[in-house]
């Protein structure tokens, strides 16, 4: 990066969003690490940064709320400067039957995978506009591309989420920010670690690369997406699966 970019991660206390978060202080940026339960891994995450010399600061908010949203770029403005790369990482699972599905958890997941990217790129987008550059990614799921059994809620969110990245990205395209999705696979995380053993190894087996992903894979890429040299990438969606989309 030509100069120092600041960067905001959300959920980036633990799996894919720490190691994001950790590979954009490593090519040096200043980091926000957000967190919204897990306070004490998102502390650990920002002074690991500030062990490697970096620059970060650890901002609560739950990304699902619109106001809290507001308030944390207030607060990661204040302490870092503006944010120049959005990383919309924060998401849950609530899978269920769409028989057995009740509309809380439909909700939840709507607001906490694809509101929450409505809230954040709105407080991003104004200054990035007002500097001429900007990067917003945004982690989606191959489940929006193919769908996950179980996931009505979850895949519809991050098809969402994939909808509105290729229109912003129509949008602002021509004002120097580029607005693009990752879609990973089968990530080894605390989303995954709670699947049976069972469950895991058939994934596995579908997958062509032979094994599952680690979140150090996604943040390769989060990183080139955020970098100059990606400029030219517009309103695209990478899967980053071992295969499994292909
Ligand atoms: P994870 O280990 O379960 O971590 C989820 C992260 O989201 C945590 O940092 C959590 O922070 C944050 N989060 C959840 N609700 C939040 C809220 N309301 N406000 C702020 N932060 C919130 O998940 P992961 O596997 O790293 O997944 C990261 C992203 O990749 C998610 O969007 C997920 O859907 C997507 N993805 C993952 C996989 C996979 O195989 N792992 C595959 C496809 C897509 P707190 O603990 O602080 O709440």
Not at 32 to 37: K, M
Not at 57 to 81: C, H, I, P, R, S
Not at 151 to 161: F, L, S
């Amino acid at each position: 990066m030509t100069d120092k970019k600041v960067a905001l991660v959300t959920g980036a206390g633990r799996g894919i969003g720490r190691a994001v978060a950790l590979e954009l202080a490593r090519r040096g940026c200043a980091v926000a690490v957000n967190y919204s339960r897990s306070e004490g891994p998102a502390m650990e995450a920002a002074e690991q940064i500030a062990a490697m010399g970096g620059e970060a600061f650890a901002v609560k908010a739950n990304v699902a709320d619109g106001a809290e949203v507001k308030e944390m770029f207030k607060a990661v403005t204040e302490k870092l400067g503006a944010v120049n790369i959005l990383v919309c990482n924060a998401g849950i699972t609530k899978d269920n039957l769409l028989m057995r599905m009740k509309e809380s958890e439909w909700d939840e997941v709507i607001e906490t995978d694809l509101s929450s990217l409505f809230y954040c790129a709105k407080e991003a987008v104004r200054p990035m506009l007002k500097g001429r550059w900007g990067r917003i990614i945004a982690i989606s799921s191959v489940n929006a591309l193919r769908g996950g059994a179980g996931q009505c809620n979850y895949a519809a969110a991050k098809a969402g989420m994939i909808g509105f990245v290729k229109s912003l990205a129509r949008e602002i395209a021509a004002k120097g920010i580029t607005v693009n999705a990752i879609a990973p696979g089968f990530i080894e995380t605390d989303m995954t670690a709670v699947l049976s053993e069972e469950l895991k190894a058939k994934f596995i087996e579908s997958i062509p690369a032979g094994r599952a992903g680690s979140p150090q894979d996604v943040a390769d890429l989060a990183a080139f997406l955020a970098s100059d040299q990606a400029s030219y990438l517009q309103g695209q969606v990478i899967a980053v699966d071992g295969g499994i989309t292909m």
